[in-house]
């Protein structure tokens, strides 16, 4: 398993941004698919954006064309960019990984280390 720390959440007004971001530890980074999953009071944890090696990528429908998930290998690294957001995005959001060189099942159950979460508020 890898070691993940989240930073970047906070406060912010609907129709702000934020930038999440999650460095992984060890030298093998590459070999992970990274994602976001997030959790509000109450609900379910649900997946948010998963992102391979070579940048391929997927989305929730929820978050598409407002979220862009991005990494650098360099730095063991991976980003949520958020734009345009919503009060119903107000959650914990957690970096996750998983062994694998493509991305793919977008289940909490597919990812097996998770950092500690971060807090995204929103205000309406």
């Known amino acids: 398993q890898v070691q993940l720390v989240e930073s970047g959440g906070g406060l912010v007004q609907a129709g702000g941004s934020l930038r999440l971001s999650c460095t992984a530890s060890?030298?093998?980074?590459?070999?992970?698919?990274m994602a976001w999953f997030r959790q509000a009071p109450g609900k379910e944890r649900e997946f948010v954006a998963q992102?391979?090696?070579?940048?391929?990528?997927t989305y929730d429908d929820s978050v598409k064309d407002r979220f862009t998930i991005s990494r650098d290998n360099a730095k063991n690294t991976v980003y949520l960019q958020m734009n345009s957001l919503k009060p119903e995005d107000t959650a914990v959001y957690y970096c996750?990984?998983?062994?694998?060189?493509?991305?793919?099942?977008?289940?909490?159950?597919?990812?097996?280390?998770w950092g500690q979460g971060t807090q995204v508020t929103v205000s309406s």
């Open positions: 996750a990984a998983r062994r694998g060189l493509v991305v793919g099942g977008t289940k909490s159950a597919d990812f097996n280390s």
């Open positions: 060890g030298r093998t980074f590459t070999t992970y698919v």
């Open positions: 992102i391979n090696w070579r940048n391929g990528s």
